[in-house]
């Protein structure tokens, strides 16, 4: 059973345009999300992370936001860039010793 | 910065061999570390957990006497594929959390290994 789920394998975005990732969740224990970015034959690298207490983190061009309520939560990137083209992961976790859990990547590909 | 590094970054060995991969955490202390592993367009799937200082902790499904995790220090855990197989080839990324601060794992760059 996923509990962490990211449907779209893949998205392809006109540099300069917003790129919408999106991420549900089932476990409503979980209070804690992050997103992290991934190249190929890299670890993963964090990029922003969002309590269950808040509904928007904005981080520059990076803004999370939660919809506890549809346990769905959603990564916007604007302007997007042809650097942002990676995959990116939704993880949460539940507490602060909770594992990480993740969803299985969406590749983002920004055209210039 | 919190950096994390993992040696080798790719291995290729024969099938019945040992490979050992280790992850440090260079510039933090790290209590916990994890090991993980990614196939091809696959989520990364936790294999095991590890506290400095005690045994790790296994996923379900994960086989504790192939993959042996050890944490000696702080800043070092090593993971060891024991008799690999070709089924066993895969990319292994760990992560280690920090002691104290922001409660963020970072990542390890990964090893590719390949067993032929």
């Known amino acids: 059973d996923q509990q962490v789920k990211q449907n779209s394998p893949s998205l392809s975005v006109q540099e300069g345009r917003i790129s919408i990732l999106n991420c549900d969740y089932t476990n409503s224990m979980f209070d804690y999300f992050l997103w992290y970015k991934k190249y190929p034959a890299e670890g993963p690298t964090f990029l922003i992370s969002i309590s269950s207490i808040k509904d928007k983190n904005e981080d520059g061009r990076f803004t999370v936001f939660l919809n506890k309520s549809a346990k769905h939560l959603s990564l916007h990137i604007v302007p997007s860039q042809p650097g942002d083209s990676a995959v990116y992961f939704c993880?949460?976790?539940?507490?602060?010793?909770?594992?990480?859990?993740f969803g299985k990547g969406t590749k983002l590909s920004v055209k210039p | 910065g919190a950096v994390v590094s993992q040696h080798p970054s790719w291995v290729i060995c024969k099938s019945g061999t040992s490979v050992k991969i280790e992850c440090r955490s260079l510039d933090f202390q790290a209590t916990t570390m994890f090991w993980y592993r990614q196939f091809p367009k696959q989520s990364l799937m936790l294999m095991a957990t590890?506290?400095?200082?005690?045994?790790?902790?296994?996923e379900q499904g994960v086989e504790k006497d192939k993959f042996l995790i050890n944490h000696a220090s702080l800043t070092l855990s090593t993971l060891t594929v024991t008799s690999a197989h070709p089924e066993d080839s895969s990319f292994y990324i760990c992560?280690?959390?920090?002691?104290?601060?922001?409660?963020?794992?970072?990542f390890g760059p990964g090893t590719r290994l390949t067993v032929l």
């Open positions: 992560s280690a959390r920090k002691a104290s601060g922001i409660d963020t794992q970072y």
């Open positions: 590890s506290n400095e200082g005690s045994k790790a902790t296994y």
């Open positions: 993880a949460a976790r539940a507490g602060s010793q909770g594992n990480l859990i």
